[in-house]
């Protein structure tokens, strides 16, 4: 255990030394996710040809359910260990107990409740998925301490590896059981196995051989950091996933389909690549504490990192959205494209959203998240509902509305705390805001003037077109946006 245990403290590590290992950092955490992203989708597109609408809106309904158990499954007390100044063996055994408790009692309240959501569902055949997916509880402390402990010392290179080879067998798993003809289960085996081998491999790469204690005396300050951590993600939990919950009420599993295979295309960006950047971030900022005014540009580097590499995706898949369904996903899913480009109008305001969070939690005020998200959680039902009437053109269109709203609520909230000012955040995100719609506005143009018949060169045509346009743009308008994103890569700050 005492390999695994690194204390932070302030002034430990020069200034160079400390941007050298987060540079390092990045690089292993976004590059292994870009690697295990293409290996995922290669398989994910590959699935999506051999089933139908029909096994991914079965999939859906069990989502809500496994997403908000695995809300208080423990991940907050974690990651409480990465802020902590000095971490001693005893507080780390703690921590892994509670996480055992907590995520055994999680899989067995799923397994529990299992008949109730089938019920509400009217399709019994959602009972047996939940029960076979409760085994992902049972792995998740064994993900979440040895990670908290890999990400306190910023290695980052471990957890890529093991990334790397968990995608590779939970690719295999999808694409082999969609071939097999396994149909839904395929969607259920492959995430078992990602968790299963990311379980091992963390253990081993953090040598997180530690027997838990559930002697829980001294161990309220991490129980409370946990707690509102943890109420905090219930909440956004509740307000991003009302749509599939209410949507799974009144739409057939086909038209379900549809919208969660919209989704999954839009949030691309903000729930694959994101995530990663923000657990370095974390860490980060949790290492810049005594020195705010670092961690206030931290925030809008990684905030014009993140755009710049976001918004040509999002407007690029809003000009493209019928080629790129067709292409990609097959002509069955053609349904998608009117869906995808009323959503991913939203996404940029929940992208910044999204990259708050850490940077509040690593000031010690996790409390600030989790009001923005209960605000969100009590606005976004409400109007789901009374959207769900117009099918899932209202469902999507809803978001246009609800995610505004949360950004503004989070930023009022967050930026104080930050030491950032409203236009500082917004000139972070303007540049690349305005060289994206300059894209997708030619692209738009050029698609009616220019018409081609294939989808797929129709395609290859706009997203060429668009690369040139919106590159050309930043080096035109935005240079030092450019210069600032190239010395960033190079290493010199």
Do not use: C
Request: glycine letters at 8%; charged letters at 15%.
């Amino acid at each position: 255990m005492k390999d695994a245990v690194v204390p932070i403290r302030s002034g430990s590590e020069s200034r160079t030394d400390l941007i050298d290992r987060l540079r390092q950092a990045v690089i292993w955490r976004s590059g292994s996710q870009i690697v295990a992203q293409a290996l995922q989708w290669s398989a994910t597109f590959g699935v999506l040809r051999l089933l139908d609408p029909a096994d991914y809106g079965l999939f859906a309904m069990t989502q809500f359910v496994l997403m908000l158990l695995s809300i208080i499954n423990g991940y907050g007390l974690a990651n409480a260990l990465v802020r902590e100044p000095d971490l001693h063996p005893r507080a780390i055994a703690q921590v892994f107990g509670l996480l055992i408790a907590v995520d055994l009692t999680l899989a067995v309240t799923q397994i529990a409740i299992a008949p109730a959501v089938a019920a509400y569902y009217q399709t019994p055949m959602v009972a047996d998925l939940l029960r076979v997916q409760s085994l992902i509880f049972v792995l998740a402390p064994f993900i979440a301490l040895p990670q908290a402990l890999l990400a306190r010392s910023l290695e980052f290179r471990r957890q890529a590896q093991v990334n790397i080879l968990a995608s590779v067998l939970g690719a295999a798993t999808a694409l082999g059981g969609a071939l097999a003809g396994w149909g839904v289960w395929a969607l259920v085996a492959a995430p078992i196995v990602l968790y299963a081998a990311r379980a091992v491999g963390f253990t081993v790469a953090a040598r997180a051989w530690i027997r838990p204690s559930f002697d829980l005396r001294g161990s309220g300050r991490v129980v409370r950091y946990g707690g509102l951590v943890a109420a905090g993600q219930l909440f956004a939990l509740i307000w991003s996933q009302a749509d599939v919950v209410i949507g799974g009420r009144v739409l057939d599993p086909h038209r379900l389909g549809l919208y969660t295979t919209s989704l999954f295309l839009v949030q691309i960006v903000v729930s694959k690549f994101v995530p990663p950047l923000n657990e370095v971030a974390f860490a980060a900022y949790a290492r810049l504490g005594d020195d705010p005014p670092a961690r206030a540009r931290a925030v809008l580097k990684l905030v014009r990192l993140v755009m710049v590499a976001a918004m040509p995706f999002y407007l690029g898949l809003w000009a493209t959205a019928k080629p790129l369904a067709v292409t990609i996903l097959g002509e069955k899913w053609h349904g998608i494209a009117p869906i995808v480009r009323v959503l991913v109008l939203s996404m940029p305001f929940y992208t910044v959203h999204v990259l708050l969070g850490p940077a509040t939690d690593a000031a010690g005020r996790p409390g600030i998240a989790t009001g923005n998200a209960a605000l969100a959680a009590l606005i976004a039902p409400p109007a789901l509902l009374l959207a769900a009437q117009w099918g899932t053109t209202g469902l999507a269109a809803t978001w246009l509305l609800v995610f505004p709203l949360v950004l503004l609520v989070a930023a009022r909230r967050s930026l104080p705390v930050l030491g950032l000012r409203a236009r500082a955040l917004a000139g972070a995100a303007l540049p690349p805001v305005l060289a994206a719609a300059a894209m997708a506005a030619a692209v738009t143009l050029a698609d009616r003037l220019v018409p081609i018949a294939s989808p797929a060169w129709r395609l290859a045509w706009l997203v060429t077109l668009g690369g040139a346009i919106y590159g050309g743009w930043l080096l035109a308008f935005a240079r030092d946006t450019v210069a600032e994103l190239i010395a960033l890569v190079r290493g010199r700050y």
